[in-house]
């Protein structure tokens, strides 16, 4: 048994967990926060995309003991004061979801992947940067659609806040 | 049309619980003492179980109770059913073999459980799962189905003598004989479908709750259709009579067809509860859903087609042996027989066709419906001997295609199904059009130059959706009936509840049927709610698939707004002391037509509950329910057309272009139905050059997780060019034909017509593989090759 200290969403969370415990059970189970989600076990559908530590990371491929100390952000610390975030916005704006299930690791991947490429994604960058993050439903054509239009807002915004 | 009404790329309502993390799947369900489950199953394809000894399990730390097949049996646990009775040819009815949730003497394929571990949490019963020991007696297995009919081949059920299950068939055999004998052309082929794996990203999983003070359970679950579920836990496996049984289906991630039936794992959490005493969890992890989900396809067909001297189709003869897997699914019967050979005719006038289907058991995992279910099978049958044989006499494939269309409606083929509307001409000019047909050469020419084979391909497909006629599909086997109900329930304040037997577990009903009451009232879609999915809530309902939600399930929320209508304006003109028929419904009040009266709805709404003030013999209350039953299928058709890059050097594809152009008939929500098309396209493509559920020769699922079984990622499909063109649909009220199937139907023969285009070889099977690309572009070329 281990127990970990991590901080979720600006919240410390402690909890004893056995050793094989992974990131996205102490998410789930200890943390209560049920919005990052299970979809393999492979590591292959991106489901599970949280940030820990500023950087996108499949909690199912961690052992919760790993990110002891860390800072994790979930889908459900993306929002500030109810404000969406602008990834969740564009992906409401531009129907990029439809069950919803892959919607979570894959607003994470792309909100880590718009801060590191900034406003120069384009449609094949985005294409491949989400080659972790398997969707059934949207065929993706609109969840690359919704990535673009967030990037290009994003840096609309830091360029009007410089 | 207010800003919310029918035909508005309305935003979905539902979208702000899952972009913030607060959907409720039911994974994310917890009960006080819930214990979790964790399955044994079998290694083997196909196997005596000769004993399973738990007492180490039992041991070990946190675990409540292993249970096994022989206490099911024991407990009066029914077996799975399958729902829709087929006859052979010969009169006898299909060949069901015994399937049981937990099986306690022959497994029939790998991943078949035996038993399962309920412990204090999921680690622990996982552990315990592997320290149950079953002995096993390995038996011979089969899972191909041509080689499962050959003699000698295992015998899978004993009552289905060299592994048939039906061997049935359709048309008129004679007629169709006499025009391949006065044929000018026959082109004749085989043509596989290869089997898929639906994936729904979330897994199945269950939480059954039995409560012993009140005899009653509630199963909170993944499903498309929880009513259906329901009645089949209760009339068919004794889990619990219907008002004893709660079903919940609350968010659920995707379903494709694959959540449709009751599996056993549901019947054993329910069943595991009231043993255990605890509220039991299960959720599958992929390999699971793998191994146990139902797959799709899986067809190999012989066809011919027969033209007369003006290039003219005189018949179709098709030969179909289908591949059921190990046990008859719940719908898995209807499946290759009234899905699939009734669309035979596509969107040509054929005089005559006839399809033979016989239907295998083999040692592989059942086999049912999968988005598009018979019609994708059927399209691309069509598709592909259409291309090939255009081919062959030299003639533009969409130009041999339009000569053959059906221009006049409605049409009945030599297939059962009646056509009722569609302008085939007009989709196919369409796509033609935006793809730019006309200059294809040019870019052929060009890629050329980079060293790059160009190849076009197209698809007309048609399909029947608006799953069904309850008498039609009753006279043709089917256990239920396929109507759809609604409630309307107008709130004191005037705000309105729909309850739906429909299920959305991506569709965005929570928006499309919102803006039905926004269309009809005026009102907002904020002031709308849609319930579905607990059978506590709604009182019954026959679920989603089929593209059925809107042309059935809608519009059964049509009929009941007609009654709500026809009331709130009686009372409305008893209010106003006007007539009846002056009465008007805009902008959320009801007016008197040519005066300045008005009554805004709420206080129509609050008059009826009030109930003050009322007509002579009104009921108080603002609430109707009603139920509606399709008068026929609906038949979505449209044209697709693909366009390929082949690297000859590697054999990769690349789609350099898709363009789709559909006939849904009326529209509600254009971003909605944008949506499914580019899912489905999605789900297509990946057949036609990805997805493949291979087994080896023992039985054993090669393709059993995301490592081996390639599913489409952003980077392996372009964007989509969609448009539609609009033939209403005379069958239901809102003119819908339904849009969820058609993307995976339409597009795999698209793919497979460019790629083989590109190369100069139509030998080329799905999935169309790098590897399978470049050695039938080998063949094409041995001289080039040799270079």
């Keep these: 048994m281990a127990t970990v200290t991590i901080t979720v969403n600006g919240k410390k969370r402690s909890a004893t967990v056995e050793d094989r415990t992974l990131l996205v059970n102490f998410l789930r189970e200890n943390a209560g ?119 290009d807002a994003m840096a609309g915004t830091a360029q009007a806040a410089e | 049309m207010g800003v919310d009404g029918i035909g508005a790329r309305v935003k979905r309502k539902e979208d702000r619980r899952f972009i913030t993390g607060k959907g409720r799947y039911t994974d994310d369900m917890t009960a006080p003492g819930m214990g979790f489950a964790a399955f044994v199953r079998s290694p083997h394809a196909h196997a005596k179980v000769k004993s399973i000894d738990a007492s180490a399990a039992l041991d070990m730390p946190g675990v409540e109770a292993v249970l096994t097949g022989e206490q099911l049996v024991g407990d009066g646990v029914g077996n799975l059913i399958c729902g829709w009775m087929i006859h052979s040819k010969d009169g006898t009815p299909m060949k069901m073999g015994a399937w049981r949730a937990l099986e306690p003497e022959i497994v029939r394929h790998v991943g078949q459980a035996v038993a399962v571990v309920v412990a204090d949490t999921l680690a622990q019963a996982r552990d315990a799962a592997e320290a149950v020991v079953v002995d096993y007696e390995e038996l011979p297995a089969v899972v191909d189905a041509v080689a499962a009919l050959e003699p000698g081949a295992p015998q899978i059920h004993p009552e289905a003598e060299n592994n048939l299950i039906y061997d049935w068939e359709i048309g008129d055999e004679a007629a169709v004989n006499a025009a391949f004998d006065s044929a000018k052309h026959v082109t004749s082929m085989e043509i596989s479908n290869n089997r ?167 040692n592989t995992t059942p086999v049912d419906a999968y988005r598009g279910a018979g019609r994708p099978e059927a399209t691309f049958l069509v598709e592909r001997i259409m291309e090939t044989t255009a081919r062959e006499i030299g003639m533009d494939p969409a130009e041999f295609r339009r000569k053959n269309f ?124 849609i319930v579905h999915g607990d059978t506590d809530k709604v009182q019954f309902g026959m679920g989603t698939y089929g593209s059925r939600s809107g042309a059935v399930g809608m519009s059964a929320v049509v009929k009941a707004l007609d009654k709500v209508e026809a009331k709130a304006k009686k009372l409305a003109a008893h209010l106003m002391e006007a007539s009846e028929g002056d009465i008007v419904v805009e902008g ?68 350099v272009s898709f363009v789709a152009a559909d006939d849904f008939g009326k529209i509600i929500n254009p971003m909605i139905v944008e949506g499914q098309v580019h899912g489905g396209l999605t789900q297509g493509i990946g057949q036609a050059l990805l997805e493949n559920a291979a087994y080896d020769e023992s039985g054993q699922l ?86």
């Excluded at chain 2, 898995?332 to 035979?344: F, N």
């Excluded at chain 2, 709420?602 to 109930?611: D, E, G, K, P, V």
């Design chain 2, 406 to 529: 059906i221009t006049e409606f409605p049409h009945q083929t030599p297939v059962i199904m009646c056509y009722d509307s569609g302008d085939y001409n007009a989709s196919l000019d369409a796509a033609m059009k935006a793809a730019d047909y006309a200059n294809f050469g040019a870019r052929k020419a060009e890629a050329a130059s980079r060293g790059k084979l160009r190849g076009i391909g197209m698809s007309c497909y048609i399909e029947a959706c608006g799953i069904a006629p309850s008498q039609a599909v009753g006279s043709l086997g089917a256990g239920v009936g396929l109507w759809e109900s609604a409630e309307v329930r107008v709130n004191p304040v005037g705000t309105i509840e729909v309850l739906t037997g429909s299920h959305s577990h991506g569709q965005g009903h929570e928006t499309t049927f919102a803006q039905l009451v926004a269309d009809r009232f005026g009102v907002g879609t904020d002031t709308v709610q």
């Design chain 2, 196 to 362: 898929l794996v639906p994936n729904a990203m979330e897994p199945r999983a269950a939480l059954a709750d039995y409560d012993e003070a009140e005899e009653h359970y509630t199963l909170w679950t993944t499903s498309q259709n929880p009513h259906v579920a329901r009645l089949v836990l209760s009339a068919f496996y004794n889990i619990a009579p219907e008002h004893k049984l709660r079903v919940i289906a609350p968010d659920v991630g995707g379903g494709f067809g694959s959540k449709i039936y009751v599996y056993p794992e549901e019947m054993v959490c329910l069943w595991a509860s009231k043993r255990t005493g605890r509220p039991v969890k299960w959720v599958a992890d992929r390999t699971e859903a793998f191994l146990t989900d139902a797959h799709g396809r899986d067809h190999k067909s012989h066809a011919e087609i027969a033209l007369d001297e003006n290039n003219r189709i005189t018949a179709l003869r098709v030969k179909t042996v289908a591949n059921l897997g190990a046990y008859m699914s719940l719908f898995s019967s209807s499946v290759p027989t009234y899905l699939y050979a009734t669309l035979l005719s596509g969107q040509y006038d054929i005089p005559a066709i006839h399809c033979n289907v016989k239907t295998v058991y083999t």
């Design chain 2, 588 to 655: 959320g009040e009801f007016k008197v037509a040519g005066t300045d009266k008005s009554t805004p709805f709420f206080q129509l709404a609050l008059a009826a509950y009030t109930a003050h003030n009322m007509p002579e013999g009104m009921e108080p209350g603002l609430k109707e329910g009603a139920f509606y039953d399709p008068t026929n299928f609906t038949f979505p058709a449209g044209t697709y057309i693909c366009e390929v890059e082949v690297d000859p050097d590697t054999g990769k594809t690349e789609i």
């Design chain 1, 33 to 151: 926060l049920t919005g990052t989600h299970v979809g393999c076990d492979t590591s292959q559908c991106g489901a599970c995309v949280v940030h820990v530590d500023g950087k996108a990371v499949k909690s199912c491929t961690m052992l919760a003991a790993q990110a002891d100390g860390a800072e994790v952000v979930t889908i459900e610390g993306l929002a500030q004061g109810g404000e969406l975030h602008p990834v969740q916005a564009a992906f409401h704006e531009h129907h990029g979801l439809q069950c919803g299930f892959c919607t979570p690791g894959m607003i994470m991947a792309a909100t880590d992947m718009i801060n590191r490429y900034g406003a120069k994604l384009d449609e094949a960058t985005i294409r491949k940067e989400l080659d972790g993050n398997i969707c059934r439903c949207t065929g993706y054509h609109n969840i690359v659609k919704a990535i673009k239009a967030a990037a």
């Design chain 2, 702 to 787: 090669i393709t059993a997780s995301y490592m081996d079984y390639c599913m489409p990622r952003a980077d392996d499909v372009p964007s989509f060019n969609l448009m539609t063109t609009e033939t209403i649909c005379p069958g239901n009220p809102l003119g819908m034909k339904g849009c969820g199937e058609a993307g995976a139907i339409g597009s795999p023969p698209a793919v497979i017509n460019a790629i083989t285009d590109a190369i100069g070889n139509n030998e080329l099977e799905m999935p169309a593989t790098p590897e399978r690309v470049w050695r039938a572009l080998q063949a094409a070329q041995p001289a080039q090759a040799a270079e």
